[in-house]
C-alpha cells in the first residue's frame, strides 16, 4: 500500500512532442505528489508539486493532472527539447504524523531527439 | 531555491574502512534529513530519516551499526558507512527539509556522493 508505480520505464519521443509519464498509488492517506529530474550523476531536483485539492497544475512546459478517484497522476512535457532528456521519479507523501518521508515510483528514462 | 551541499562528491576507498559523507543545508535550517542510496539506473531508497538533536530512523533492512548517522545540528549531518566493502558501493544523496526551506514536505536535495569501495 505504500508503493507508487510509474510507467514507462523508458521514453523516446522526438523533438517537440509531448512526453506523459504516469504514476499511480494505493495509499489514500497520501497528499502530496511531487515530481523530480534527474540527471546523470546528480541528485534529483524539484519539477513540479500538487496536491490533492486541485486537478491539475501547470508551470512553464510542465503540467502535472492529478485524479483523486482513480489514484493516479500524470506529468505532461509539453514541446520536449534535447535538454529534458533525464530520468523522471513520481513521488508522493502524507503530512499528518509524519516527517515528510517520500516514496519514490520507478522511475522513467526520457530521450528526447532532436 | 534552498541549496543542500555534499561532501565529498566522490571518494575511492579500500574494503574495511570507514567513510564519512556530510551533508549540508546552506541557507537555511533543516529540522529533518534524510539519507537515500541509488544503484544504477534504479530509484532512490530511503536509508534513514533524521531529526536535529535526536537518533536517526532507519528503514527496514538498513543496518544501523554500519550506516552510523548523526544529525548534530540545524545545518549538517553525516553518514559514516563504516567497514565499507564493495557492495556498498552505491550514490549516495542526501535531502534536507525544513521551515525556511520551502514548503510543507519539500525536500531539497544535494547533489550526491559517489562511493567505490575497492
Known amino acids: 500500500q505504500q508503493q507508487v508505480k510509474q510507467s514507462p520505464q523508458s521514453l523516446i519521443v522526438q523533438k517537440g512532442g509531448i512526453s506523459i509519464i504516469n504514476c499511480a498509488y494505493e495509499n489514500t492517506a497520501f497528499d502530496y505528489f511531487p515530481w523530480y529530474q534527474q540527471f546523470p550523476g546528480k541528485g534529483p531536483a524539484l519539477l513540479i508539486a500538487i496536491r490533492p485539492d486541485v486537478s491539475e497544475k501547470k508551470e512553464g512546459r510542465f503540467t502535472i493532472s492529478f485524479n483523486k478517484s482513480a489514484k493516479q497522476f500524470s506529468l505532461h512535457i509539453m514541446d520536449s527539447q534535447p535538454g529534458d532528456s533525464a530520468t523522471y521519479f513520481c513521488a508522493a507523501s502524507r503530512r499528518a504524523g509524519n516527517t515528510g518521508k517520500l516514496i519514490f515510483g520507478q522511475g522513467t528514462t526520457l530521450q528526447v531527439k532532436p | 531555491g534552498a541549496v543542500v551541499s555534499q561532501h565529498p562528491s566522490r571518494v575511492i576507498c579500500k574494503s574495511g574502512t570507514s567513510v564519512k559523507i556530510e551533508c549540508r543545508s546552506l541557507?537555511?535550517?533543516?529540522?529533518?534529513m534524510f539519507w537515500y542510496r541509488q544503484f544504477p539506473k534504479q530509484s532512490l531508497m530511503l536509508m534513514a530519516t533524521?531529526?536535529?538533536?535526536?537518533?536517526?530512523?532507519?528503514e527496514q533492512g538498513v543496518e544501523k551499526d554500519k550506516f552510523l548517522i548523526n544529525h548534530a545540528s540545524l545545518t549538517l549531518s553525516t553518514l559514516t558507512v563504516t567497514s565499507a566493502h564493495p557492495e556498498d558501493s552505491s550514490f549516495y544523496i542526501c535531502?534536507?527539509?525544513?521551515?525556511?526551506?520551502?514548503?510543507?514536505?519539500?525536500?531539497?536535495f544535494g547533489p550526491g556522493t559517489r562511493l567505490t569501495v575497492l
Open positions: 541557507d537555511f535550517q533543516a529540522t529533518t
Open positions: 533524521s531529526n536535529e538533536g535526536s537518533k536517526a530512523t532507519y
Open positions: 535531502s534536507a527539509s525544513g521551515v525556511a526551506g520551502g514548503s510543507y514536505n519539500e525536500q531539497f
